[in-house]
T-cell receptor
Framework: QKEVEQDPGPLSVPEGAIVSLNCTYS??????FMWYRQYSRKGPELLMY????GNKEDGRFTAQVDKSSKYISLFIRDSQPSDSATYLCAMSAKDNFNKFYFGSGTKLNVKP | NAGVTQTPKFRVLKTGQSMTLLCAQDMNHEYMYWYRQDPGMGLRLIHYSVGEGTTAKGEVPDGYNVSRLKKQNFLLGLESAAPSQTSVYFCASSSVAGGTYEQYFGPGTRLTVT
């Protein structure tokens, strides 16, 4: 079983839709949770970062962590064609914070 | 600042050939990483370094070697390339300063082994 599971998609939505992206994990030691965005043929770039449980909002993006369910989500409001990319979740444990475990990524396409 | 740069951007190797991928960062980061990205597999850690002169194995280290002789550079070597090493290779760096542990990624190297 993989440490981090993520639905690969692809996910296709119309412009303006609310998008929900999710990851599940098995290691209860994970404390740091991140979402990276990767455009085609580019390196991943950090979108959101949360520590432990709870919500974090940044503009149109909201990250949620539910440690009891080992489930994290990224919501994108008012999605734009420029949001079309692959979204990767990543997480690490407090005692080994620099060792990231990545999901396989969800490919999102926002249609104009 | 250039951030994280990788050389070369593309490379085609024949089975058994060797090559070195170069990663350079100008952010004075302590930590550096090499990942490979394959379809459906996400990013997998090959080797990483927590400081100049130190290296450690990641999730998929077999067939690769690394060196970190200078803080700003991290080299990934393939001694005898195999078709299974066809992949996109990403280098990343991070710092503990600020407490976010964000990893900054380079643009990637596309390697094909025939």
């Amino acid at each position: 079983q993989k440490e981090v599971e993520q639905d690969p998609g692809p996910l296709s939505v119309p412009e303006g839709a609310i998008v929900s992206l999710n990851c599940t994990y098995s290691n209860s030691a994970f404390q740091y949770f991140m979402w990276y965005r990767q455009y085609s043929r580019k390196g991943p770039e950090l979108l959101m970062y949360t520590y432990s449980s709870g919500n974090k909002e940044d503009g149109r993006f909201t990250a949620q962590v539910d440690k009891s369910s080992k489930y994290i989500s990224l919501f994108i409001r008012d999605s734009q064609p420029s949001d079309s990319a692959t979204y990767l979740c990543a997480m690490s444990a407090k005692d080994n914070f620099n060792k990231f475990y990545f999901g396989s990524g969800t490919k999102l396409n926002v249609k104009p | 600042n250039a951030g994280v740069t990788q050389t070369p951007k593309f490379r085609v190797l024949k089975t058994g050939q060797s090559m070195t991928l170069l990663c350079a960062q100008d952010m004075n980061h302590e930590y550096m990483y090499w990942y490979r990205q394959d379809p459906g597999m996400g990013l997998r850690l090959i080797h990483y370094s927590v400081g100049e002169g130190t290296t450690a194995k990641g999730e998929v280290p077999d067939g690769y070697n690394v060196s970190r002789l200078k803080k700003q550079n991290f080299l990934l070597g393939l001694e005898s390339a195999a078709p299974s090493q066809t992949s996109v290779y990403f280098c990343a760096s991070s710092s503990v300063a600020g407490g976010t542990y964000e990893q900054y990624f380079g643009p990637g190297t596309r390697l094909t082994v025939t």
